[in-house]
C-alpha cells in the first residue's frame, strides 16, 4: 500500500504529486502548518518535490486555487491551510464557512480529496503568548494533515 509513496520511484503519478495552498495572512504562523506538513510527508516516503506550494493572500482565495489545481488533474490531493482571526467585527465566522464550504464543494466536484488546516481561534491576540502558542499549534495541525494526506493517497489507489 505505500508503494505509491516510495521515493526511489523515478517518475511520478498523477496521484503522487500534492498541492498545498497557503494563505499569507499571518505568515509567521500559517509557514509553520506548511513545515509540519512538508515533514510529516517526508516521513511517510513522499519526496518534497513531489508537492507543489501555492501562496494566496488571504485565507478567502484558497477555495479558488484549490479547485484551479484540481481541474489540471495533476494532484492526487490538495492541502489548504489559513488563519482566520476574529478581528473584532463579527466577519470572521462567515470567511471560515465561506472557505470550508467552498473547499468541500471542490472536492465534491473534482472528486481531487481536499484537505484542510483553515483555522479558526475563539481568540487570537497579537501578542507573544498567542503567537509562540499558535505557531507551534500550526506545526502539529500540519502534521496532522500530512497524516490525512498519506491516507487519502494510500485510498486513491486502492479505490480508483
Excluded at 74 to 99: K, L, M, P, Q
Excluded at 104 to 133: C, K, N, W, Y
Aim: hydrophobic residues 45%; contains cysteine.
Amino acid at each position: 500500500m505505500n508503494q505509491i509513496l516510495d521515493t526511489r520511484r523515478t517518475t511520478s503519478s498523477p496521484l503522487q504529486r500534492v498541492a498545498f495552498v497557503q494563505a499569507c495572512w499571518h505568515r509567521d504562523i500559517v509557514d509553520r502548518a506548511r513545515e509540519g506538513f512538508l515533514d510529516g510527508l517526508a516521513e511517510k516516503g513522499l519526496a518534497a518535490d513531489l508537492v507543489d506550494i501555492v501562496e494566496v493572500p488571504g485565507v478567502f482565495e484558497i477555495p479558488l486555487q484549490a479547485q484551479r489545481l484540481a481541474k489540471t488533474g495533476r494532484y492526487g490531493a490538495i492541502a489548504a491551510s489559513g488563519f482566520v482571526v476574529d478581528g473584532g467585527i463579527y466577519r470572521h465566522e462567515f470567511v471560515s464557512t465561506a472557505v470550508i464550504d467552498g473547499l468541500m464543494r471542490v472536492q465534491l466536484d473534482t472528486g481531487v480529496p481536499v484537505l484542510s488546516a483553515v483555522l479558526t481561534p475563539i481568540r487570537f491576540h497579537e501578542h507573544e503568548e498567542h503567537r509562540t502558542f499558535f505557531r507551534e499549534h500550526f506545526r502539529v495541525k500540519g502534521r496532522e494533515l500530512a497524516e490525512a494526506c498519506h491516507a487519502v493517497l494510500a485510498l486513491n489507489e486502492t479505490v480508483g
